[in-house]
């Protein structure tokens, strides 16, 4: 059985939904307590979602944690890399940590506090673990309710990710409000066809 690094005064920062072509990706930063008992976390893609959904409360329940988002706008007119390091900029401010292990190979710039990069980190530290897990859980459930205000697209079962669904469903409805324009399949489905009368 791993375990996982436990760095109580420090933070941890991941996010979820870099990959998608539509809806928001959302960062979080969490602080664990030196008390709190890590067993069974893990990156949230090695989860269940009912695992993960337990321990996103438990983590909620005595943590201290933030979860910031951007929006696809922000992911369009930044680029998908720079707005996940701006949302995850922001959830590590409001948590205000010492020190802060990030997932990934790259830091955020302009972070207060010091800072390291950790690649697979959210499969080695804990905290990194519970905020991927936080992220993850988050963005599911804001992506569930997008499936009812845009129904067609199956948002609430593909997440956003480009799935043989979600590709079709875009080629016959077109892009909807939470599309990244950026984001070449959406792009494509934007063009008008063309036809040609002979």
Known sequence: MKVLLHHPDAAGADEAGRGPLAGPVVAAAV???????????????????????????????SSVYAIEAADPDEIDRLNILHASMAAMARAIARVSPPKVYVDGNRLPPGLGCEAEAVVKGDGKIACIAAA????????????VEMGTRYPGYGFERHFGYPTPEHLAALRSLGPCPIHRRSFAPVQEASQPCLTFEI
Do not use: H, N, P, Q
């Not at 991927?132 to 992506?143: E, Q, W």
């Open 31 to 61: 602080i664990l307590r030196c008390d709190f008992d890590i067993a069974g976390l893990d990156d949230s893609k090695r989860l269940d979602a009912a695992t993960r959904e337990a321990l996103a409360e438990r983590i909620k329940a």
């Open 132 to 143: 991927s897990i936080l992220a993850k859980v988050t963005r599911d459930r804001m992506m």
